[in-house]
């Protein structure tokens, strides 16, 4: 079954272009069935990028997904046309009383700045508040993982002596989880952040549990039953050039960078990077929209209830 997206979308002929299946929502209204409403709440400066990255995998699960893009409601990009956050997104106020099966909440670059710091964080915290209540399952990506957890369970994120940057192996801590189903015992994930999470703090939290991690940078996927969400620290949404996009930026930026661990061939980028997370990045998205799909209420206004 298809991802439904408006087909001015550029997301739309992107995907559709990869073989990804698009339906119209006019097309989409035509069916008797009702589809999953998931919300992107996308922090990200690169907005199209990031639509593209996680409507792909959204997009890929053989159920009717309804795609809705959300903004923080006084926060203005400068990095997107204007006109293209006035055709695809909404701002939160307007959503506030719409019932949602799932929504990812992405990362942001602003990890240097304290929580409290951040300029929309009254608006963001009211965000996660109605999760509780307006959503059935929350998935929290890099940043806004580390800020829904810190906002739940008080966990901190820690400054990075250099920045975690490239693919490193992560190990299945949890094989007989749903959210983990046809996951290897170990894998790859890109990661690219100049802060961390650490397991020491999360296993205060007694009700978290992590379901995947790394011995060199630490938790990655935990689990938090009680608030319906989970929280990822990395990236298995990232295109197979992302990393190398943010190094030759901070390159031509004259940035102090490592060349990302583990991406390109020999580590030599001038060498093609290789691919070798997609297929667990599928799986971990399908199994997320696959335990949506069997817990959400068939009404709408029943979730959170």
Request: hydrophobic residues 35%; glycine residues 6%; negative net charge.
């Amino acid at each position: 079954m298809p991802i439904t997206l408006p087909e001015t979308l550029p997301a739309f002929d992107v995907l559709r272009n990869e073989g990804v299946m698009v339906m119209s929502p006019e097309r989409a209204a035509r069916q008797d069935i009702r589809p999953l409403k998931i919300g992107l709440l996308n922090l990200m400066p690169k907005k199209i990028q990031t639509e593209n990255q996680f409507a792909r995998l959204i997009g890929a699960t053989p159920l009717q997904i309804k795609f809705e893009l959300i903004r923080m409601s006084e926060h203005q990009t400068k990095n997107t046309a204007a006109e293209h956050m006035e055709a695809f997104y909404r701002p939160f106020q307007e959503v506030r009383d719409e019932k949602f099966d799932g929504l990812i909440i992405t990362g942001a670059p602003i990890e240097h700045l304290p929580f409290s710091d951040v300029t929309y964080w009254d608006e963001l915290a009211e965000v996660f508040e109605w999760t509780q209540t307006n959503v059935q399952s929350t998935f929290g990506v890099c940043w806004g993982g580390m800020a829904m957890i810190n906002h739940f369970h008080g966990v901190q994120k820690h400054m990075l002596d250099h920045k975690a940057f490239g693919c490193f192996r992560h190990r299945n801590l949890a094989p007989t989880s749903p959210y983990l189903r046809g996951f290897s015992d170990d894998f790859v994930i890109p990661v690219s952040r100049w802060t961390e999470m650490r397991q020491d703090e999360i296993d205060q939290a007694q009700t978290l549990r992590t379901l995947l991690g790394s011995d060199e940078v630490g938790p990655c996927l935990v689990e938090d039953p009680d608030h319906r969400a989970l929280y990822i620290f990395n990236h298995f949404e990232y295109d197979s050039d992302t990393l190398k996009q943010e190094y030759d930026r901070d390159i031509a930026n004259g940035t102090t960078i490592n060349v990302p661990l583990n991406y390109y061939t020999d580590d030599n980028p001038l060498m093609p990077p290789l691919n070798r997370w997609r297929s667990h990045a599928h799986l971990l998205y399908g199994n997320w929209i696959n335990e949506i799909y069997q817990s959400t209420p068939y009404d709408p206004q029943d979730i959170g209830r």
